[in-house]
């Protein structure tokens, strides 16, 4: 397509950047920083839609050059350009956020970028730097590079570092690294330990101050955590010297902006792929709601969760006939998200369905028993479910 062959005509750009002098890559900062442009707008689903999938397959060669940029070439707004053309190759494909995570040039850009804040033009090139890194983190938490920045973006968030406090922006992006790294199995309890209770305080009066994506963001981030205790933090004790959860210390926020219906209606826009909240801006993918699901019905929250059944069903029935039309690297990609999202949903509802909820909604979606068919030899929960059904069916 014309995309692609406009993206081979980056590549071959940024391919020449790692052996370019300090001299000359300040003469190319321009030119480089409108290929990096390029690169954005091609590899973008919303600008692209049609190919963007095809152009982040293509330009996984411009990785190393990029990154060089984002290093080494002095105009502030290149670097920064750079950077956002690392997020949209890295954003949703596993495949392209890999080669960014495994590239020799990774870390020590991210070292650079995320240096002590000594002047405001600074928390720019911090935000494109810590999205690039969300967009890894979304797309490959188990990438090595993944656990080796966390502690920096973490960081961002407890104030622990020299130079200019980051402003709000720049702490929200932080917080949704935190998210998408709080998600994985490998990485959640690293998450919990870089959280003590002072890093709550500020992202808590954060929330309070902020919109309601952010706070959302916010809640996402202590469900994920939400069975894992707070770390002890010398200056922040509760009254009585209890340890506390993260789910214990959300309860106030939950409440406040009612986070149990939000995640409902969050769930539901996702699987319709629109945004949420309301004109936000913000697509959430329907796996990380239901993995979030799942560690609160996991941790003993399922009575609230009961606002949740409806999506999570449909996110397990949506397995059946409903896979993405084509066969180029954007539709792998959806097809595995599904299907992930699909048996995280499903671990959910047995919680639920053991609890006593769910089973109207469940008898009421024939295709969602058809799903948990198709399901039950790559996730026990669907078999599980299927088990406690037939037993509930002859009982």
């Given amino acids: 397509s014309e995309g692609v062959i406009s993206v081979a005509a980056c590549v071959r750009t940024f391919q020449r950047v790692p052996d370019l002098q300090t001299n000359e890559l300040k003469q190319r900062a321009g030119m480089l920083q409108r290929f990096a442009d390029d690169l954005t707008h091609l590899c973008n689903p919303t600008q692209n839609p049609t190919s963007f999938g095809n152009c982040q397959a293509s330009a996984e060669g411009a990785v190393p050059g990029l990154l060089c940029v984002a290093h080494f070439v002095p105009k502030m707004e290149a670097r920064i350009a750079a950077f956002a053309a690392l997020a949209t190759i890295s954003f949703g494909c596993a495949h392209s956020a890999s080669c960014v995570a495994a590239c020799e040039y990774l870390l020590p850009a991210v070292e650079h970028a995320l240096r002590p804040i000594s002047e405001i033009t600074q928390q720019q090139e911090c935000i494109s730097c810590v999205q690039m890194l969300q967009a890894i983190a979304a797309a490959v938490p188990e990438a090595p590079a993944v656990r080796e920045f966390l502690p920096k973006v ?23 690294v935190l998210v998408s790294c709080a998600l994985s199995n490998q990485l959640r309890k690293q998450v919990g330990k870089l959280l003590p209770m002072s890093a709550l305080g500020l992202l808590s009066t954060d929330a309070e101050q902020s919109s309601a994506s952010e706070s959302f963001t916010f809640s996402l981030l202590l469900a994920s955590l939400s069975d894992l205790e707070v770390p002890t933090d010398e200056n922040h004790v509760t009254a009585d010297g209890a ?66 059944v409806a999506p999570l069903v449909a996110t397990v029935a949506q397995r059946v006939g409903n896979a993405v039309q084509g066969d180029d690297a954007a539709t792998e990609v959806q097809d595995a998200d599904a299907a992930r999202a699909a048996r995280l949903a499903a671990v959910a509802l047995r919680e639920l369905l053991q609890s006593g909820l769910a089973e109207t909604a469940i008898r009421e979606a024939p295709r969602f028993l058809e799903a948990l068919n198709l399901m039950q030899s790559e996730e026990p929960a669907a078999a599980d479910l299927l088990q406690i059904l037939e037993k509930s069916y002859h009982g």
């Fill in 243 to 308: 340890s506390q959860t993260f789910g214990q210390y959300a309860r106030e926020l939950w409440d406040r902006i009612d986070f149990f219906g939000e995640l409902a209606n969050c769930l539901s826009a996702s699987l319709r792929r629109e945004q949420w909240p309301v004109e936000s801006g913000i697509y959430h993918v329907p796996w990380k709601l239901a993995g979030t699901c799942m560690r609160l019905a996991l941790a003993g929250q399922v009575q609230n969760l009961d606002r949740a």
């Fill in 154 to 176: 973490a960081a961002l968030i407890t104030g622990e570092r020299e130079g200019h406090a980051p402003c709000r922006a720049l702490r929200f992006v932080a917080a949704e």
